[in-house]
């Protein structure tokens, strides 16, 4: 199966759903291949993939800042392209930094923010918003006055501002440091507890390991993988052994059949693949048998998969 043609299950309840999204920019670059995706309603969805694979172009056409060459986005039901208005008043966009309004005051940004998609005033719902965000104290401070971490709540708060049932996050936590990344983890599962969709970017495994529901890989333009997360979790749990043997093997012994093994180098490395997160990784057993079967090594080294070896790997899968 090529990556662009993978497809899932149609959710019943998908709150954004691309198909056959497709972008060549004006150069000719096609940065993104074919892209379909469902987004569950009230799911945590991180997008992971390398620098230029397509996130900011995926998250640019669903929030309708750049046209797509082919495909349809639908956004609570409503084409990003036909119905521009309402699927973009569904979404609110969470950008990396925050680049106007430093002599505005946070409650004075957040209202603003709010009015610009045509919902009426509304205090009762700003404070709600400033309160869930720890923001309340610092209502009448100008933007400027915050700390960093301050600052990032004010990014969320002013894409909450009009209630928008999905919000997009793109690199919540670059270059932020651990405790501030914490906060912002903790900040996220909340708000799906109100029930708003969560998608962000990262290339941090650490964060989507530690908050998404699913995990999308997007590679060269191309989804090339959409999963639960606990189920990719476990495969980037693998690690490899690689045993270099004294006497090349011509083939793996049948005493070693029971072992996930792969002989490699001209019989002259065994490689031995386990789940370094199981309680009994299996290699004292391993290095008993091959002592009993007179196997001899000279060296050895480990190797944990990476999102880097899944890609390789997907990548030759999908060749
Ligand atoms: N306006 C543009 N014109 C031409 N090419 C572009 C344009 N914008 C992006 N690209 C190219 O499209 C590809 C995908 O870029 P995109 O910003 O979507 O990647 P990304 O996954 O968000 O990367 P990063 O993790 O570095 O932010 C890159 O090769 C980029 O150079």
């Known amino acids: 199966?090529?990556?662009?043609?993978?497809r899932e299950s149609s959710a019943p309840d998908a709150v954004i759903r691309i198909d056959g999204l497709a972008k060549r920019y004006a150069t000719g670059f096609e940065a993104?291949?074919?892209?379909?995706?469902?987004?569950?309603?009230?799911?945590?969805?991180?997008?992971?993939?390398?620098?230029?694979?397509g996130k900011t172009t995926l998250i640019s056409?669903?929030?309708?800042?750049?046209?797509?060459?082919?495909?349809?986005?639908?956004?609570?039901?409503?084409?990003?392209?036909?119905?521009?208005?309402?699927?973009?008043?569904?979404?609110?966009?969470?950008?990396?930094?925050?680049?106007?309004?430093?002599?505005?005051?946070?409650?004075?940004t957040v209202s603003f923010t709010r009015g610009l998609f045509g919902k009426p005033k509304d205090p009762a719902y700003v404070e709600k918003?400033?309160?869930?965000?720890?923001?309340?104290?610092k209502r009448d401070n100008k933007i400027r006055e915050?700390?960093?971490?301050?600052?990032r709540r004010v990014l969320i708060a002013k894409a909450l501002a009009h209630e928008p049932q999905v919000l997009f996050l793109d690199e919540p936590?670059?270059?932020?440091?651990?405790?501030?990344?914490?906060?912002?983890?903790?900040?996220?599962?909340?708000l799906r507890e109100t029930g708003v969709t969560v998608i962000l970017t990262t290339h941090y495994i650490e964060e989507a390991e530690e908050m998404a529901d699913r995990v999308g890989v997007i590679n060269h333009g191309e989804l090339v993988l959409v999963e639960e997360k606990t189920a990719l979790m476990s495969k980037l749990g693998r690690k490899e052994i690689t045993f270099h043997l004294r006497e090349p093997l011509a083939s793996v012994p049948p005493s070693l059949d029971g072992f996930d093994l792969a002989l490699g180098?001209?019989?002259?490395?065994?490689t031995y693949t386990y789940d370094a997160k199981a309680a009994r990784t299996g290699i004292n057993t391993l290095?008993?048998?091959?002592?009993?079967?007179?196997?001899?090594?000279?060296?050895?080294?480990?190797?944990?998969?990476?999102?880097?070896?899944?890609?390789?790997?997907l990548v030759k899968e999908q060749a």
């Not at 936590?173 to 909340?190: C, F, H, I, P, S």
């Not at 180098?265 to 065994?270: P, Q, T």
């Open 146 to 151: 915050l700390s960093g971490g301050m600052k």
């Open 32 to 53: 993104l291949k074919g892209v379909t995706l469902e987004i569950r309603r009230g799911e945590i969805f991180a997008l992971l993939g390398p620098n230029g694979a």
């Open 173 to 190: 936590t670059a270059g932020v440091d651990v405790a501030l990344r914490q906060d912002m983890w903790n900040l996220v599962r909340e």
């Open 287 to 313: 290095i008993e048998a091959l002592r009993e079967a007179g196997i001899s090594f000279s060296d050895l080294e480990t190797k944990q998969s990476s999102l880097e070896d899944i890609f390789v790997g």
């Open 1 to 6: 199966m090529r990556p662009s043609e993978f």
């Open 265 to 270: 180098e001209g019989g002259g490395a065994l």
């Open 129 to 137: 918003t400033l309160r869930s965000l720890s923001l309340w104290d």
């Open 61 to 108: 056409i669903v929030c309708g800042l750049v046209n797509p060459s082919a495909g349809t986005v639908a956004v609570d039901g409503h084409d990003i392209v036909r119905d521009y208005r309402r699927a973009r008043s569904a979404i609110g966009l969470v950008p990396q930094e925050l680049t106007t309004d430093a002599f505005e005051t946070v409650f004075d």
